[in-house]
């Protein structure tokens, strides 16, 4: 079965540094999104990506934090400066259409210190 | 503002006692209701969508419905590997494409 694969599984970095969260989306998939889960927290929206722009973002996605899609498998969230409460589980995950269930990754687990 | 409430927050279950988990919603024009499975430090598995009140799912000892304010995921006969946190999202006419989950219902069924 098709699956969203995550790159790295886990990741320890120290606050100000910058990180690339990296996603390889189901191939024949036009959505892409980020989402975050702090710890014993809901699954919180970032942002979506459809036909390689920005199509959504929530409040949380602000300039700290960007994404790519630098070729055609590719999808990659970039947060500048991260601070100790981006500490958090980020999920990416793709869907073939607006309205259809999305296949999510199996997260990253980034933890700033 | 579109928000989504589940309870209960935790259930514990003897196998094969049957339950249902309630996901209820308010938002500005319901596009789509999502149910997800999610095993801990694992990303969550897609399991139902539904679009309309009335609508009904159903996937092995699970079944899916949905009314004009909720929803219920039903588990008949669970047994111990339906142990999970499961959660309810929505999708709301508003906010585009971007689910609005609820905190979820960690189920425990034990043998």
């Known amino acids: 079965e098709p699956e969203v694969t995550q790159t790295p599984s886990h990741q320890v970095t120290q606050m100000g540094q910058e990180v690339i969260l990296r996603c390889v989306p189901i191939?024949?998939?036009?959505?892409f999104y980020w989402y975050r889960q702090i710890l014993g927290q809901k699954v919180e929206f970032l942002v979506s990506f459809y036909n390689n722009e920005i199509s959504e973002k929530s409040e949380i996605f602000d300039d700290q934090f960007s994404v790519e899609r630098p070729d055609g498998s590719n999808f990659t969230l970039k947060i500048r400066s991260t601070k100790l409460e981006d500490s958090a589980m980020y999920f990416c995950?793709?869907?073939?259409?607006?309205?259809?269930?999305?296949?999510f990754g199996s997260g990253t687990r980034l933890t700033v210190v | 503002e579109d928000q989504v409430t589940q309870s209960p927050e935790a259930l514990r279950l003897q196998e094969g006692e049957s339950s249902s988990l309630n996901c209820s919603y308010t938002v500005s024009g319901l596009r789509g209701l999502f149910w997800y499975r999610q095993d801990p430090g694992k990303g969550p598995e897609f399991l139902f969508t539904l679009y309309s009140a009335g609508e009904e799912k159903e996937k092995e000892r699970l079944k899916a419905t949905l009314t004009k304010k909720e929803s219920f995921l039903h588990i008949t006969a669970p047994k111990p590997e339906d142990s999970a946190t499961y959660l309810c999202a929505v999708q709301a006419n508003q906010a585009g494409t971007a689910l609005i989950f609820g905190k979820g219902t960690t189920l425990s069924v034990s043998s």
């Open positions: 995950a793709s869907s073939e259409g607006s309205r259809y269930g999305y296949t």
């Open positions: 191939s024949n998939h036009l959505y």
